[in-house]
């Protein structure tokens, strides 16, 4: 059974169109939720981690939230370059369990 | 900080021989690294967890003869892919988790392998 499972698998939006990318988990004993972006050809870049239900982290336009059932990644305002595969990835006590990915598409 | 690294970015060899990827750690110390492969358009898939000083742990249905991996020490591992075949190409990703409390994996920039 998955046990990370992102939406929307596609998504695209006009450049300053907000919009958010969800992650629902299933992992019992969560140690993290960790979210990545990854550029064509090359290898996941870190951006968050969230450890525990209410706690919110933020860098440049991307918020990210965490409940204790799912994450959320919110892009306000986004502009071309934050086109990427955004993944996101869950720890339990053994083992690391990644999501297949939301590819943002943002135009211009 | 947190960087990690991979060498070669590219690589292409004929069928039957074997290819050595580095994976390091430049900035920090790796207990633990971790070794992905990833198919054009699909998620990244763990084929093994590599301990500083211990044998590597495969996820079922890796080949641990095929795949051989070495952690030599704390800012080292590497991949060997022996007897390489034309399915074994791919891209393949490193990541380091660096020594501590917090969980977070450091990617490398990984390793296009072209087998023909």
């Known amino acids: 059974e998955d046990q990370v499972t992102q939406s929307p698998e596609a998504l695209r939006l006009q450049e300053g169109e907000s919009s958010s990318l969800n992650c629902s988990y299933t992992v019992s004993g969560l140690r993290g939720l960790f979210w990545y972006r990854q550029d064509p050809g090359k290898g996941p870049e870190f951006l968050f981690t969230?450890?525990?239900a209410g706690e919110e982290k933020e860098k440049e336009r991307l918020k990210a939230t965490l409940t204790k059932k799912e994450s959320f990644l919110h892009i306000t305002a986004p502009k071309p370059e934050d086109s990427a595969t955004y993944l996101c990835a869950v720890k339990d006590f053994n083992k690391f369990y990644f999501g297949s990915g939301t590819k943002l598409n943002v135009k211009p | 900080g947190a960087v990690v690294s991979q060498h070669p970015s590219r690589v292409i060899c004929k069928s039957g021989t074997s290819v050595k990827i580095e994976c390091r750690s430049l900035?920090?110390?790796?207990?633990?690294m971790f070794w992905y492969r990833q198919f054009p358009k699909q998620s990244l898939m763990l084929m093994a967890t590599?301990?500083?000083?211990?044998?590597?742990?495969?996820e079922q249905g890796v080949e641990k003869d095929k795949f051989l991996i070495n952690h030599a020490s704390l800012t080292l591992s590497t991949l060997t892919v022996t007897s390489a075949h034309p399915e074994d190409s791919s891209f393949y990703i490193c990541?380091?988790?660096?020594?501590?409390?917090?969980?977070?994996?450091?990617f490398g920039p990984g390793t296009r392998l072209t087998v023909t």
């Open positions: 969230l450890y525990s």
């Open positions: 990541s380091a988790h660096r020594s501590g409390l917090s969980y977070e994996q450091y």
């Open positions: 590599s301990n500083e000083g211990s044998k590597a742990t495969y």
């Open positions: 900035d920090f110390q790796a207990t633990t």
